[in-house]
């Protein structure tokens, strides 16, 4: 099989100097997603607060969109980056490139909160469609078909992103949030996929005698679940159909979540913060299921995945790879553990609260909000410096 990342134990070094930011794609893709985490919560304020002089997209679409084309996608880019340098063995955008493509990401960050709404669209979609052409040349290089779907996913991301600006636009007649849907259902498949690569290997390796378990039937129909429920949903099938798809995913994944033995982890946070994060990904399915059904508000299942699930996994994925590919030890420290608690909270916060107590919505939304940017915030501050300079053992990357 081939590795996700190869993470090595460094060795003692001395302190290094220099300038790094452009090495590697989880360098700059990483600091900026933290940053723009830590942030969103000023941003959404000026806006209610009527700063911004008629933003392109304003309120709950702004805020769906930037967290999920903005942040989760720069994290995914920054990611596939860093480890289809290690599947292929061919370089993947560094340099210039690497910082040209940080530049158009972080236009599309200020273009939707100007009243420039072509622009905007224009700009958002190249970023998907320019990370899926750099990611592209290294795999056709390497002849590395085993992840071309990743690039396929990419042009996914930037078709849903050209559905919502289009249909904004009014030269589509969609539903509003379709594109928004198509979007969460590509990052769900791809947390699933990498999910399911990366966990079970990180928890045999990092916890003696773990045990954590594959099963090929099992993956098959977890993965497979997924992709019926994004069909269904560019479909728009009934709401009967999405509930006994989403159920159907939602046994799956749990089944798949159970093989790994989650539960023996509990002493190496580096490990159990991926199997917390994970966990969130049966819980939305369910949720999901529930919500055509009138059980729940359907932005419940939308939060338990991107605040639970994507948010969980995420900053898990940064510490350790921020770590393995900058030299240092693959331990997470007392300021790690602090992030996954802030961001972990977050989601029972603003999923569990609303639902057992409606009334107490407003208070869930503002102080989930708090803990997330908190979490992200305070990675950003402690990595910056490790994502800016040369690795500690100074080896290239």
Same mark, same amino acid.
């Given at each position: 099989m081939t590795p996700v990342l190869t993470l090595h134990e460094p060795a003692p070094a001395e302190p290094p100097r220099g300038f790094a930011l452009w090495a590697l794609g989880f360098r700059p893709f990483y600091l900026l997603a933290s940053s723009f985490a830590a942030l969103s919560i000023a941003l959404w304020a000026a806006q209610f607060a009527g700063w911004l002089a008629r933003p392109y997209l304003a309120g709950p679409l702004w805020h769906a969109h930037e967290m999920l084309f903005g942040f989760t996608l720069a994290v995914i880019v920054g990611f596939l980056f860093t480890a289809g340098r290690n599947w292929t063995g061919h370089p993947t955008p560094t340099g210039a490139p690497l910082a040209a493509l940080a530049a158009l990401w972080l236009a599309g960050r200020v273009l939707v909160l100007t009243p420039f709404a072509w622009a905007a669209a224009l700009v958002t979609t190249a970023f998907p469609l320019a990370a899926a052409i750099a990611l592209a040349i290294p795999f056709w290089r390497a002849r590395n078909r085993r992840n071309y779907f990743f690039v396929g996913l990419l042009l996914l991301m930037a078709a849903a992103e050209a559905a919502l600006h289009l249909t904004q636009l009014k030269l589509l007649t969609l539903p509003d949030w379709i594109g928004v849907q198509l979007g969460l259902d590509v990052v769900l498949f791809i947390l699933a996929v990498m999910g399911g690569r990366v966990i079970p290997m990180f928890t045999n390796n990092g916890v003696p005698l773990a045990g954590a378990l594959r099963d090929a039937r099992?993956?098959?129909a977890a993965l497979g679940s997924l992709l019926?429920?994004?069909?269904?949903?560019?479909?728009?099938?009934?709401?009967?159909?999405?509930?006994? &798809?989403?159920?159907?995913?939602?046994?799956?994944?749990?089944?798949?979540?159970?093989?790994?033995?989650?539960?023996?982890?509990?002493?190496?946070?580096l490990v159990w913060v991926l199997h917390v994060a994970y966990a969130w990904v049966p819980l939305h399915l369910g949720l999901r299921a529930a919500g055509p059904l009138g059980w729940v508000a359907p932005s419940l299942a939308?939060?338990?995945? %991107? &605040?639970?699930?994507?948010?969980?996994? =995420? =900053?898990?994925?940064? %510490?350790?790879?921020?770590?393995?590919?900058?030299?240092?030890?693959?331990?997470?420290?007392?300021?790690d553990i602090a992030c996954y608690a802030l961001v972990l909270l977050a989601a029972p916060v603003r999923v569990l609260v609303p639902m057992l107590s409606p009334a107490a919505t407003l208070h869930a939304v503002l102080g989930s909000a708090a803990l997330w940017s908190a979490g992200f915030a305070l990675y950003a501050l402690r990595y910056a410096p490790t994502l800016i300079r040369p690795r500690a053992d100074g080896q290239p990357g």
């Open positions: 099992v993956e098959k019926a429920l994004l069909a269904a949903d560019l479909l728009r099938a009934p709401g009967a159909v999405l509930a006994l &798809v989403a159920l159907v995913a939602a046994v799956a994944h749990g089944w798949r979540f159970a093989l790994w033995k989650p539960w023996r982890t509990l002493r190496t946070p939308v939060h338990a995945l %991107t &605040v639970g699930a994507a948010g969980g996994l =995420i =900053i898990g994925m940064m %510490t350790r790879t921020a770590r393995g590919h900058t030299g240092r030890p693959l331990r997470a420290d007392h300021v």
